[in-house]
């Protein structure tokens, strides 16, 4: 049985992943500040209480694992930081077949492609969300820079919306798709999760 782990669990998008994870038959490491907020039990489910922060707590979340996906999410600049942390202890981990990064769309390349989305054009700018756009850019760079076999995921927006198997990926050049529910993003991660050439690409996900 292939190992899984996934940071941001608790998350909105993390709480479907963990979900799709157990439905694809994987053991899931799923890595929790608090785990309260995780009320399900599965044989197959470990929770690690720690932070991303902290380089003992993801290192005892990935090990071993031949997947990994980042949920994580913060409105403050942390990502970086949790990051950096990240793809260091990803490094050691000889067995890692893919990791798969959930971005923003507007970070990195793609903010040219988020002017096309009217929600996110202005909140780029203000200066809350810029600090965080540009945390996440930085989360990014520091991806593309290691030698990592990564997937970089830029939802356009994300809603709490059921099932629609709408999805679809565009590169950074092409028009903005539409919002996308989580459950949607989560199954996406799992179609394409072991599927061959989505190594080191970064994409725009969002529903057609
Ligand atoms: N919301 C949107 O419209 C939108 C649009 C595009 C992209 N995204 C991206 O999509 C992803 C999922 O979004 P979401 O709205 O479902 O996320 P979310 O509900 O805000 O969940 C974020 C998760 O990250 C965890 N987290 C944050 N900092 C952490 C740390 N230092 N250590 C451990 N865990 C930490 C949170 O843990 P706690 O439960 O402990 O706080 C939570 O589980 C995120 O990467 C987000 O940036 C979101």
Redesign the pocket.
């Known amino acids: 049985m292939s190992r899984i782990a996934i ?9 479907h992943l963990i979900t799709s994870a157990l439905e694809h038959g994987f053991e899931v490491s799923a ?4 785990p309260e ?1 995780i009320t399900r039990a599965n044989y197959n489910l470990t929770l690690i209480k ?5 380089g003992e ?1 993801v290192q005892a979340a990935i090990e071993e694992c031949r997947f990994v996906v ?6 403050k600049p ?2 970086t930081a ?1 990051v950096q942390n990240l793809v260091r202890e990803l490094q050691a981990v000889k067995v890692l077949k893919r990791f798969i ?5 507007g970070a990195g390349d793609s903010a040219m492609q988020a002017q096309g989305v009217s929600e996110l054009r202005s909140a780029i700018t203000r200066t809350t969300h810029k600090k965080m756009f540009e945390d ?1 850019s930085r989360a990014e760079g520091i991806i593309r820079a290691s030698r990592l076999p990564y997937v970089i995921l ?6 709490d919306g059921g099932p629609t198997h709408s999805t679809v990926a565009v590169d950074a050049k092409e028009a903005p798709p539409g ?1 996308i529910s ?1 459950v949607d ?1 989560a199954h996406f991660v799992f179609r394409i999760l072991e599927e061959p050439g989505w190594e080191r690409r970064e994409v725009t996900v969002g529903s057609k």
């Open positions: 940071l941001g669990a608790s998350g909105g998008l993390g709480t890595l929790v500040r608090d907020k720690g932070d991303a922060g902290s707590d980042s949920a994580l999410g913060a409105r942390v990502m949790c990064f959930v971005s923003w769309l996440i830029r939802p356009t927006r994300l809603t919002p989580r993003l």
